[in-house]
């Protein structure tokens, strides 16, 4: 089923509309079907919205967070220099004035060119998921086991002054207020993110339509690409313009040449300056830099055996979603908590270990130099 | 979780700017002796509870201002905006044209019904900004008219309309010798009153702030405004964040509720007073050094002489030996001066805060005999600095110390009452002599529980 040229554009009557209707509800901040027709006329007031849209799309996504978004011409800027960085090939594009007032074809065969190469609209969606709060990294589930301060606990034996009675059970009426708070604000929060739920869902579909339509899309960019006058659509993908000759790379290649040198030529002294001061040491300071590097690499040799040996997992410091399972279930996948506590406790034995080896290398270290210099006083910190 | 103030009358218009701003200037003192991100966390503690965010990030107090006179409302307005650090929201405001001449019976029969939509419309609103309500805190005065008779109205509305919601009426207990004839009986009305709809009761004697202006900070001509720094410098040191557990790394969620719990869960025990050591004016502050040894000791001896500030102590007051019946006069009268408590909260803010020995405030003989230390003693920390002072400890005390004042204000209302003084100002608006005579019954009945601790 190859492209057909068509007049009209779409398979059917209202596909066209329907398929841009999906991309921009799955878009963050998409504007309407009818920015997008006005831009293939290269209509002037469909420009800004576009920047605004692929401003949106190519700022990171805690710079598209914050509260107060930057001026049109800060927008226009960011665009340009994040297409250029990316390899977009049309200059138009970098011609168009900062004022964000013109050019609404040319973005709109920059967001074609953006959606065309990479996961662009998978990647958005994950950059703006809603967490559940269902997830903690591997590493902090200790603190969450660690019990709570035990409670006061009383005697019951004796009279009982009735006072402390009414004492205990004005106790229990602030948890029990306390609680209603806490599950007010608990619907509270939930209540929230249902509605960000909501819309997350409600984005999704819009990308799941926009993937059963795009064909239709794509045969309409064929037209706003050929709609584009001809003397203002050089397309080259060539890096270099033949026509201006070898001459201006020959200059930059001789400059950087030259700056090698000249770089060269500065490091030397003073890399021999460093090794004449240092070189007090001589051959001793080569022997230990030998001894010390094959040190560490015993150590990080053991580190790694002791890391495997421990049954690691793969990837320790992902965020893993916990879930309950039931304690008959044997298969599945994702790690279970006994395994990881068991594989922690190892890793932590070992690590005791080399801690304490260490410390006792340190301790021979500092009386070693405490013997070489009978004329050094040692000061030690103030205890704990 | 947050907390909703409601500033009642001059009085509590007043003492409420003043207590933003005090907790405001504090969370962005640059001197918290901490690290930075403890500090923002400490920031964002105090602003989730007392302040909610507009689009130009100024802060916004969590608060309603109410008066039936628009001159100090308008004032503490427009000083919270040109500051420019912090502000009251536009809306948060209700004030008339006319006083209520302190008289309680006009505030609480008058005003407060026919103004009751409005204000509680304009609490409803602030609580709705609110992601979690901790409770009220209500600021007034005792004695005054608007304040008192209009603060015991809206607390009674708060009690029915947020059962839930925990509720502290800050009061002010007006000076012994004050100027309004019948202070003694808006006194005894507005306790009475509050003391069946309110959770806490948290008082401020003027007498006293007066005397701390006066002795420790030196202040020459002092004014209402110097009290109120006092008292929001007090106040500020109670409610700040501290950290929940030992050794933990989260900030309290609930002050309020956690306060509550420590120290008034009993239902007739409910009056609370605060004591702060050290305060001296800034100038002192920077050749002053202490030792936490040295503050828990004079604050000891401040809750056990019923002492109001740490000069003119009195050391010879020890707690008794025995909790049994006492023999001779000497000891009764020895006795007598020392303040026995019910539960107390310490809260300590500043360097090496963790080695700090509290040791002193867990001795049973502190506390009365059907509660124990460890049910009646409670400790915040944090190493957070309050203000610029690098130790600091709050005591937030649930005792006696109350009692004789609360006692002198009931005998005068009384000896008033008795000879029908003034009667008619209140039963004039709707109050009945039954009204009367049910608080002194119900006044009386706390202080003969406070008297047999």
């Given at each position: 089923m190859g492209r057909r040229r068509r007049r009209g554009g779409g398979a059917r009557v209202g596909a066209l509309p329907e398929a841009i209707a999906a991309l921009s509800q799955t878009l963050p901040a998409g504007p309407s079907p009818e920015i997008f027709r006005r831009a293939k006329f290269d209509r002037p007031e469909a420009a800004p919205a576009l920047w605004q849209l692929l401003f949106r799309v190519l700022s990171p996504p805690a710079a598209a967070g914050t509260r107060a978004s930057p001026a049109l011409g800060a927008q226009?800027?960011?665009?340009?220099?994040?297409?250029?960085?990316?390899?977009?090939?049309?200059?138009?594009?970098?011609?168009?004035?900062?004022?964000?007032?013109?050019?609404?074809?040319?973005?709109?065969?920059a967001l074609a060119w953006l959606l065309a190469r990479g996961p662009l609209l998978e990647h958005l969606l994950a950059q703006t998921r809603v967490w559940l709060g269902d997830e903690i990294p591997l590493w902090q589930y200790e603190a969450l086991a660690s019990p709570g301060p035990p409670a006061p606990c009383q005697e019951a034996d004796g009279p009982v002054d009735i006072r402390h009675l009414q004492w205990l059970m004005g106790t229990l009426r602030f948890r029990w207020r306390d609680l209603i708070t806490s599950q007010q604000e608990l619907c509270a929060l939930l209540g929230k993110l249902l509605q960000r739920l909501e819309s997350e869902n409600t984005r999704l579909e819009a990308a799941l339509q926009w993937r059963r339509r795009e064909l239709v899309f794509w045969q309409w960019m064929d037209t706003v690409l050929g709609s584009c006058p001809l003397q203002t659509s050089p397309a080259t993908f060539l890096p270099r313009d033949p026509a201006s000759g070898p001459?201006?790379?020959?200059?930059?290649?001789?400059?950087?040449?030259?700056?090698?040198?000249?770089?060269?030529?500065?490091?030397?002294?003073?890399?021999?300056?460093?090794?004449?001061k240092a070189g007090g040491w001589g051959p001793e300071w080569s022997a230990a830099q030998r001894a010390t590097q094959e040190a560490v690499g015993r150590d990080l040799a053991a580190l790694q055996r002791a890391w495997e040996q421990g049954g690691a997992p793969a990837q320790p410091h992902r965020p893993c979603r916990l879930v309950k399972r039931d304690a008959r279930a044997v298969e599945g996948p994702g790690l279970r908590a006994a395994e990881l506590t068991g594989a922690l406790r190892i890793r932590e034995s070992r690590l005791e270990t080399a801690l304490g080896q260490l410390q006792t290398r340190c301790r021979q270290e500092l009386a070693r130099l405490a013997g070489a210099e009978p004329g050094l006083i040692w000061i030690l910190p103030p205890g704990r | 979780m947050s907390v909703v103030t409601v500033q009642l009358g001059q009085c509590g218009n007043q003492i409420g700017f003043e207590v933003f701003d005090a907790l405001y200037t504090d969370s962005h003192c640059p001197q918290g002796l901490c690290s930075k991100r403890e500090n923002e966390a400490y920031q964002a503690s105090c602003k989730e509870r007392f302040f909610s965010e507009e689009e130009n990030g100024v802060p916004i107090a969590r608060a309603i201002l109410v008066d039936m006179e628009p001159k100090v409302t308008s004032q503490t307005l427009s000083k919270a905006a040109q500051s420019g650090r912090w502000k009251y929201g536009q809306h948060s405001c209700f004030c008339q044209k006319q006083g209520s001449g302190n008289n309680w019976a006009y505030g609480y029969s008058v005003h407060g019904p026919r103004h009751e939509e409005s204000i509680m419309n304009l609490i409803q609103k602030e609580v709705e900004k609110c992601d979690s309500l901790s409770g009220f805190f209500i600021i007034m005065s005792m004695a005054g008219g608007t304040g008192s008779g209009l603060g015991?109205?809206?607390?009674?509305?708060?009690?029915?309309?947020?059962?839930?919601?925990?509720?502290?009426?800050?009061?002010i207990w007006p000076y012994r010798t004050g100027e309004v004839i019948v202070q003694n009986y808006n006194s005894i009305l507005t306790l009475s009153h509050l003391y069946r709809s309110s959770d806490a009761l948290l008082v401020h004697e003027n007498d006293a702030l007066h005397k701390i202006c006066a002795k420790l900070m030196n202040i020459k001509q002092i004014s209402f405004s110097d009290i109120n720094q006092v008292l929001a410098h007090q106040l500020g040191s109670v409610f700040q964040p501290t950290y929940s557990v030992e050794g933990s790394c989260h900030y309290r969620r609930n002050p309020l509720g956690d306060l509550m719990e420590n120290l008034v869960p009993h239902p007739e025990f409910k009056m609370l007073g605060i004591r702060n050591i050290p305060q001296m004016s800034?100038?002192?502050?920077?050749?002053?050094?202490?030792?936490?040894?040295?503050?828990?000791?004079?604050?000891?001896?401040?809750?056990?002489?019923?002492?109001?500030?740490?000069?003119?102590?009195?050391?010879?007051?020890?707690?008794?030996?025995?909790?049994?019946?006492?023999?001779?006069?000497?000891?009764?009268?020895?006795?007598?001066q020392f303040n026995t408590s019910i539960a107390n909260l310490v809260i300590l803010r500043g360097k090496d805060v963790h080695s700090a020995d509290l040791g002193g405030f867990k001795d049973p003989a502190l506390y009365t005999s059907w509660l124990k230390p460890i049910n009646a003693f409670n400790v915040w920390k944090t190493q957070r600095a309050f203000r610029k002072y690098e130790k600091s400890a709050a005591l937030v005390s649930n005792s006696q110390f109350l009692l004789k004042p609360l006692d002198t204000i009931v005998g005068k209302a009384w000896n008033m009452f008795a000879s029908k003084a003034y009667i008619h100002q209140y039963t004039k608006f709707g109050l009945e002599e039954e009204d009367f005579l049910d608080s002194f019954t119900l006044l009386e009945q706390v202080v003969a529980s406070y008297c047999n601790l």
């Open positions: 226009v800027r960011l665009v340009k220099s994040a297409l250029c960085s990316q390899g977009y090939p049309r200059r138009v594009l970098a011609r168009l004035p900062e004022d964000g007032s013109q050019g609404s074809r040319e973005l709109l065969l001459g201006e790379l020959e200059l930059v290649a001789r400059e950087l040449r030259g700056l090698h040198g000249e770089l060269q030529g500065a490091v030397e002294p003073r890399r021999a300056a460093w090794e004449a | 015991a109205f809206v607390t009674q509305n708060l009690q029915d309309q947020y059962s839930n919601s925990l509720k502290m009426n800050h009061i800034e100038n002192s502050l920077a050749y002053s050094t202490f030792t936490w040894a040295g503050l828990l000791k004079y604050l000891r001896q401040m809750l056990i002489s019923n002492s109001k500030m740490e000069e003119g102590i009195d050391w010879h007051v020890q707690p008794p030996l025995s909790r049994l019946p006492t023999l001779g006069k000497a000891s009764l009268n020895r006795e007598l």
